[in-house]
């Protein structure tokens, strides 16, 4: 069987054996996909690179050990979201450290700069917290909740079912409610302060 039709477990276990080509197969069957994905979480054209090429290498290492197990897109997939996080992340904090003092608007509705820093924070976290997720939870949290994409879409991404992309969504949400549940309005309120504020109103 030419190498091309050949099934992704079998290209993997030829990878893992030493065939170089076998890797590169799988990354020519994907590369649309896997660069789509990179795409849309760049900023610029450059930096969807940086992504592909860095979660491509890690999904190598990985490959070669013998560690891939189940689908190769969808572990693939899984990598390009983690790098991407980590590489956005990177480009945040170098535009954090170089940005220009400016100043502050007098609209009401524009952030000052300690809302900014709150907002930064929050986004953070959240980033954070959808990286901690179990690898196939995170990706279809993020496919989904993030990318806008249906549950088809997100089950043809993932190689598995529609099913079972809710249930990976339904795992994940809780997950992330219960971690970011502070985040919630309101949430820091203690029940002295909300009796205080209810008889505030009554």
Request: charged content about 30%.
């Amino acid at each position: 069987m030419l190498a091309r039709l050949a099934p992704d477990d079998e290209l993997l276990a030829a990878y893992a054996g030493g065939d170089d080509s076998a890797f590169e197969t799988l990354y020519k069957r994907y590369r649309r996909r896997l660069w789509g994905l990179a795409k849309k979480m760049a900023w610029d054209y450059q930096q969807a690179e940086d992504i592909l090429v860095e979660a491509m290498s890690a999904v190598a290492v990985q490959a070669r050990r013998g560690a891939i197990q189940g689908s190769f897109i969808g572990y693939s997939l899984t990598a390009v979201h983690h790098r991407g996080l980590h590489v956005l992340e990177r480009r945040n904090e170098r535009n954090a450290r170089s940005a220009v003092q400016l100043k502050v608007s007098l609209v009401a509705d524009t952030p000052n700069p300690e809302q900014s820093l709150i907002r930064r924070g929050v986004r953070n976290e959240v980033a954070a917290a959808l990286d901690d997720l179990p690898a196939n939870e995170g990706t279809a949290v993020y496919l989904v909740d993030c990318q806008g994409m249906t549950y088809k879409e997100a089950a043809a991404a993932l190689a598995c079912s529609e099913a079972t992309v809710k249930r990976r969504l339904r795992e994940g949400r809780r997950t992330l409610a219960i971690r970011l549940a502070h985040l919630r309005p309101g949430a820091g309120l203690s029940k002295e302060d909300e009796g205080e504020s209810e008889g505030a109103t009554g």
